[in-house]
């Protein structure tokens, strides 16, 4: 809870690594009908996949700062040479990231997929599949960052390493979206993030550890 706490106070004072997420999010879910075309009907089948797309790059875009100002600074070493759980430290690390990026985004949400002509029902299983989905973003993102936080201008490396990772999650999470659309079950989709998010919980914290350790 301490380091949670620390990472979120931190990043909210440096208001720009707060705002550049959230800000990316909503210009490209903006910028998508200017692409497409502004007819409610048309934007409507998109919707899913638009907003995905724009989630998991809003937050991709998050990763880099994960462990930079505490490298830099000195703080991460201090961390490991303290003794405390770097299990733990992974984990308070992957939950703040969400809280201040994943949380924002599925609030964003709302207003957007209702701009762009979802239905409640098919509102409500966006947000559950963003809720399931970043969170898995955020953990796996995590030990990427972890595994990279030695190296200059490691942001599109993180990406490039994650995006195999990510993958997976969006095709879901759209598709979690696009059936609950036409009228088609979202169980199978939703069970599978579900499932996705409890093995990463399992494993990404010994990946995160194993990497700041070394």
């Known amino acids: 809870f301490i380091l949670v706490r620390r990472d979120v106070l931190k990043t909210w004072r440096e208001s720009a690594d707060l705002l550049y997420p959230i800000m990316f999010f909503v210009l490209v879910t903006i910028l998508f009908p200017f692409a497409l075309s502004p007819e409610t009907l048309v934007?409507?089948?998109f919707a899913g996949g638009l907003l995905w797309i724009a989630a998991l790059l809003a937050m991709s875009v998050s990763l880099e700062n994960l462990f930079k100002t505490d490298y830099s600074s000195g703080a991460l070493e201090a961390?490991?040479?303290s003794g405390v759980s770097l299990l733990l430290v992974g984990l308070a690390k992957a939950i703040a990231n969400w809280v201040l990026?994943?949380?924002?985004?599925?609030?964003l949400a709302i207003p957007l997929a209702l701009s762009l002509g979802i239905d409640t029902f098919s509102l409500s299983i966006l947000l559950l599949s963003l809720?399931?989905?970043?969170?898995t973003i955020s953990l796996i993102g995590t030990s990427i960052g972890a595994l990279s936080v030695g190296l200059r201008s490691a942001g599109m490396l993180i990406i490039v390493l994650a995006l195999p990772f990510f993958i997976p999650i969006l095709i879901f999470g759209a598709v979690a979206t696009s059936n609950s659309q036409t009228g088609l079950i979202p169980e199978a989709e939703l069970y599978f993030l579900a499932g996705l998010l409890v093995l990463t919980v399992t494993l990404t914290p010994w990946a995160t550890a194993s990497a700041i350790r070394t």
């Not at 990026?101 to 609030?107: A, M």
Request: hydrophobic share 55%; proline share 6%; net charge positive.
């Open 43 to 45: 934007l409507r089948s």
């Open 79 to 81: 961390i490991v040479l």
């Open 101 to 107: 990026s994943g949380l924002p985004i599925i609030i």
């Open 131 to 135: 809720t399931l989905g970043s969170a």
